[in-house]
């Protein structure tokens, strides 16, 4: 399947019908009680993103995240203290964010911004970050190596990057094969699209293997200073969009230590954590 030929507005119309988490919470979307459950339900499901974003180390920091969502994580980062410019391309996505800084208090600690990123120097200028940040967004634009070759521009010599892109060889691949794909390996691009998300139907989802993303990486002028692999989703889905937590029968027969280790090597998350290491693009200073 060619990703690279699906247009960005296929793209943008998509997670504007229905933004990432939007059903975390079925109390009235935009009330603070709905923010609070939808940040506690993402943060009990995914906790390893506290430990790959690091919010208490931005506090006094620029922070650019790309892909903010509905503004879970950028909330974080402002929390705790950070100076955050959020970028999205789903407006209705960004509206959401909005509505959320405002409700926190916060809204003069992010700068949100409506923007493609694989052009993202033409909406936004470049200046020098901190933090780059994105988290399991680059994954589901046509040409991510046009957005890895903008963050280029909003770098400084000591600038961390931390990306989340999806993982080729996990469970959550395996399983997508299985039960949507009967193994029809010869479909597997277009069934990880089709079923990555909780919304059917994405038109854009790559996966990477580890490989991948070292020389993905590297050739857009990055060093990977750290890098592991996380999160299988345990959960019965049918009760899970019913707000309760009941694991897939085998998950719930396995020992705990065993499912770490599953989630070690064939979790359906590669978090990254990488530094700019060249000079060959003009950058700010």
Not at 186 to 205: F, H, M, N, R
Request: charged share 25%; net charge positive; hydrophobic share 40%.
């Amino acid at each position: 399947m060619n990703f690279n030929q699906v247009s960005i507005e296929l793209v943008r119309n998509f997670w504007n019908t229905r933004p990432c988490n939007i059903r975390h919470s079925i109390k009235p979307v935009g009330t603070r009680e709905y923010f609070d459950e939808v940040e506690k339900r993402k943060y009990f499901v995914e906790p390893h993103i506290i430990k790959f974003a690091e919010f208490p180390r931005w506090n006094g920091k620029k922070v650019l995240e790309i892909g903010c969502g509905i503004g879970t994580d950028s909330i974080n980062f402002a929390r705790h203290g950070a100076q955050v410019t959020a970028v999205e391309l789903s407006e209705k996505s960004l509206e959401i964010a909005q509505v959320r800084a405002k409700i926190y208090g916060l809204e003069d600690r992010i700068r949100f911004v409506w923007a493609n990123a694989e052009e993202l120097s033409q909406y936004l200028p470049p200046e020098p970050f901190d933090l780059i940040y994105s988290f399991g967004v680059i994954h589901h634009t046509p040409h991510p190596e046009r957005v890895l070759e903008q963050l280029n521009f909003y770098c400084h010599s000591d600038t961390v990057i931390k990306i989340m892109l999806y993982n080729r060889y996990s469970w959550k691949v395996l399983w997508i094969l299985m039960v949507y794909g009967k193994g029809r390996l010869w479909k597997l691009d277009q069934l990880i699209a089709q079923y990555s998300e909780a919304q059917t139907g994405c038109p854009v989802t790559y996966t990477f293997t580890r490989s991948q993303v070292l020389k993905l990486l590297k050739k857009y002028n990055f060093e990977i200073n750290d890098i592991w692999i996380d999160h299988i989703f345990p959960y019965r889905v049918r009760e899970y969009i019913k707000h309760q937590y009941v694991k897939v029968w085998y998950f719930r027969w396995l020992p705990h230590p065993i499912f770490k280790w599953l989630e070690k090597h064939f979790g359906w998350h590669i978090c990254v954590t990488a530094k700019r290491i060249n000079d060959n693009i003009t950058l700010v200073k």
